[in-house]
């Protein structure tokens, strides 16, 4: 590993900062509630609760530094960012401190509220400092990038050689996968011209020029996406780069055939080529069932009432049970029996599975509009509590329907690598119902491949007002 390549650098400056942020948000919100004009102006402290012994308030700034920590991972801040440079994601991170408070709430409630009653005010006054002084760290950040680039540090100083549209794509997946561990210098093209740039990378010359390219500008890293057609010139920037003793990496071209993560590795000394892989793995599951717990809880107690005054208007409506059972499938192809309001009369499917349609005769006047407004998915949180669905994933399907798109659509059983959920990508895009089921499965690989807790909420949020095609 070069000096230049050291990558633990920015990923240690923005741990070391966000400590600061969290636990540091917290102290102060307990320096101001606590202070002498706080509860004298403004509000005293009600009988009982913690007043200026800093050990438990200690304590809680430690939670809230695991916790954010844990979370600004899960949005994607340390695994994919473009260097130290936060300013183009303000509103995830509001978002993403926001439901730090949340599980923060939820620990000092389930497991520390019994043995000591830490200050609410406190912790409402920690969030609104976390925001405040952790975007104005933003420009901290981004002057400290502005350092480490200058000097060369931490990042590796990355060439990219190959058509123009080759290298395009591949600077996309560089600057939202790894790019604080690849500072893109410039771009070679390989068709004798000069373009005029590549989404505000310079070009610094032709193929015949790699040699002066590579000594002039200090390359550490050559990038090379070329079809296999012109393997001939790959050979000659990889002499090239032997010869400046310069890193040099092919890209597969895989792109076109590979709709999951690829990503190359290596096994002890042997480079592997990874397929297949979703970052909803490991410790992630986890915190998307925390999320999912957390979230179905709140949502079930609040739709109670609702819930309940949808169960006697369908009883008036039609005959039949207020709840329709349905085996489904999920994770890893296995049954599960999913829960849904009625919406359709008695025996609607007596002839065999049939999908829904716009008019569909065999909805009920009350159900009908329950599909429209999606609220006929509100059992599925019982679902989601029980641990067989998730709040967001692939919308799970009945083993009739999977067992004819598995023999026609090559991607469609990679859905099940995830749980199944009430709302998911495809739907929020429109895609349900009758609508294309090769369309449908890209959507779902798309969340698959880029699954993030962000992503999960902005589709949990855009889910109310996305109704196109339900009925």
């Not at 040099?248 to 990503?263: A, G, I, K, R």
């Amino acid at each position: 590993m070069s000096t230049r390549d050291r990558y633990w650098l920015p990923v240690i400056l923005l741990v070391l900062i966000d400590i600061a942020v969290f636990g540091g948000a917290i102290l102060l919100a307990y320096q101001v509630r606590f202070s002498a004009w706080f509860t004298e102006s403004v509000w005293a402290p009600p009988q009982g609760t913690a007043g200026p012994a800093p050990g438990p308030y200690g304590s809680l700034a430690l939670y809230a530094v695991v916790f954010g920590l844990i979370i600004l991972d899960r949005f994607g801040f340390y695994r994919y960012r473009e260097g130290l440079d936060r300013g183009r994601r303000p509103i995830a991170f509001v978002l993403a401190v926001i439901v730090c408070y949340v599980f923060l709430m939820a620990w000092l409630f389930l497991y520390v509220h019994g043995a000591y009653a830490h200050s609410r005010l406190v912790v409402l006054l920690g969030l609104f400092f976390t925001i405040g002084i952790g975007l104005a760290s933003h420009k901290l950040l981004r002057e400290a990038m502005r350092h480490l680039v200058a000097s060369g540090i931490g990042f590796t100083r990355t060439l990219l050689v190959g058509g123009e549209d080759d290298c395009r794509e591949v600077l996309e997946r560089l600057r939202s996968a790894h790019g604080s561990r690849h500072q893109v210098i410039g771009f070679v093209g390989t068709n004798g011209k000069r373009p005029d740039g590549l989404n505000g990378v310079p070009v610094l010359g032709t193929l015949s020029d790699i040699s002066e390219v590579l000594r002039r500008h200090k390359i550490d890293r050559v990038i090379v996406a070329l079809p296999e057609k012109h393997g001939d010139r790959a050979w000659e920037v990889l002499r090239a780069c032997r010869q400046r003793k310069v890193e040099c990496c092919v890209v597969p071209q895989l792109f076109e055939s590979m709709t999951l993560n690829v990503d190359v590795a290596k096994i002890d000394a042997l480079p592997v080529i990874s397929l297949g892989e979703t970052p909803l793995a490991g410790d992630c599951i986890t915190l998307k069932r925390m999320m999912d717990v957390v979230i179905g809880s709140v949502a079930l107690v609040v739709a109670s009432p609702l819930m309940l005054l949808f169960s006697i208007l369908i009883k008036l409506d039609s005959e039949g049970p207020i709840i329709f059972k349905q085996e489904r499938i999920s994770s890893d192809g296995q049954p599960f029996i999913m829960y849904k309001f009625r919406t359709m009369h008695k025996d609607a499917e007596k002839g065999g599975p049939v999908w829904a349609k716009a008019n569909d005769p065999r909805c009920t006047r009350f159900g009908r509009w329950l599909r429209r407004t999606n609220l006929d998915e509100l059992p599925q949180l019982f679902n989601v509590l029980n641990g067989s669905m998730s709040l967001v994933g692939p919308r799970p399907e009945r083993s009739y329907f999977v067992n004819q798109f598995k023999q026609s659509i090559p991607q469609y059983m990679r859905r099940h690598m995830v749980k199944s959920g009430i709302t998911g990508w495809a739907q929020i895009h429109g895609l349900r119902g009758n609508t294309s089921v090769e369309e449908r499965t890209e959507y779902d690989m798309f969340y698959i491949e880029n699954w993030s807790l962000l992503l999960d909420l902005k589709i949990l949020l855009r889910t109310p007002v996305s109704n196109k095609n339900a009925y």
